[in-house]
């Protein structure tokens, strides 16, 4: 914990130390350097394209490269530094025509899925911790339906063995549809478990009702809504992860697509001044 600590007053020193070097160089060289926006420009397009290497490090961790936890920081710090080298580089304003708005909106896009994404990879872990034991992502359907196949199976044993249609008539009235429902995947992120916790509430309820026979079945379905719970909460955090990454990587490649344009265009059309 306390190299962790250290290690982050170190990477923000650096990253403050950076920007003041950047607004101070630029303040002091862009009134007598017209193409101030082609340095700042490239720079950007450098940084960009820094970003963009650490998804190809974590495709090839047999290279010896530093581990994907000293990128991740790397990546970070360097992508709060793109801020403000961004802001410099528009002049500290909105950018106008319609390219160039989509190319600003783009990197903001990026830059916003990038934060949101640091901070939930690292709450996830901790939820799927407090799950219990973890599931391979795509091994979750199958067990998701070993737990359905067994709670039908013990409400229709449930019947001989007790001669009673008490509990597979709170089956097929409560249960039937929870165990083959993943779930919903926003309200499992936040941590809301209001359909199994009724669930729950209504096992609790039935039990007082049951006899000595229908009690152990109960029970175990009560453990195995219980593990349903868990395998819901970890597919509905996983699946998040997946999706970050499907909006993060996407939205970085059209934005490094995008001003490889931008700088077609600035070198052919324009007197060379970026954005402006």
Not at 254 to 272: D, E, K, N, P, Y
């Amino acid at each position: 914990m306390r190299f962790f600590v250290q290690r982050r007053i170190l990477s923000s020193a650096l990253l403050v130390a950076a920007l003041t070097v950047l607004f101070v160089g630029h303040s002091r060289l862009a009134p007598g350097l017209r193409q101030i926006a082609f340095l700042t420009g490239w720079a950007l397009l450098a940084v960009c394209l820094f970003l963009t290497a650490y998804n190809a490090r974590k495709k090839l961790p047999f290279l010896p490269l530093g581990t994907s936890r000293t990128w991740l920081q790397i990546h970070a710090y360097v992508g709060y530094f793109s801020v403000g080298l961004f802001a410099v580089h528009t002049g500290w304003r909105w950018p106008s025509g319609w390219f160039e708005e989509t190319l600003a909106a783009l990197y903001l896009a990026v830059m916003v899925s990038g934060v949101f994404g640091l901070i939930w990879s690292r709450i996830v872990p901790r939820r799927l911790t407090a799950c219990g034991d973890e599931v391979v992502f795509e091994r979750i359907p199958i067990i998701r339906r070993q737990l359905s196949e067994r709670a039908e199976q013990l409400a229709l044993d449930s019947v001989v063995s007790t001669r009673s249609a008490a509990i597979a008539d709170f089956y097929n009235l409560h249960l039937a549809g929870y165990f083959v429902d993943p779930g919903g995947l926003w309200t499992l992120c936040i941590g809301s478990h209001k359909v199994s916790r009724r669930l729950l509430d209504k096992l609790d309820d039935l039990q007082r009702f049951l006899n000595a026979d229908q009690k152990p079945i109960l029970s175990e379905l009560i453990t195995l809504v219980r593990r349903k719970e868990s395998l819901d909460e970890q597919h509905a955090l996983q699946l998040s992860l997946r999706l970050w990454l499907f909006t993060h990587i996407p939205l970085t490649y059209s934005l490094i697509i995008a001003t490889a344009f931008h700088v077609v265009l600035v070198f052919g059309f324009s007197s060379g001044v970026g954005f402006r």
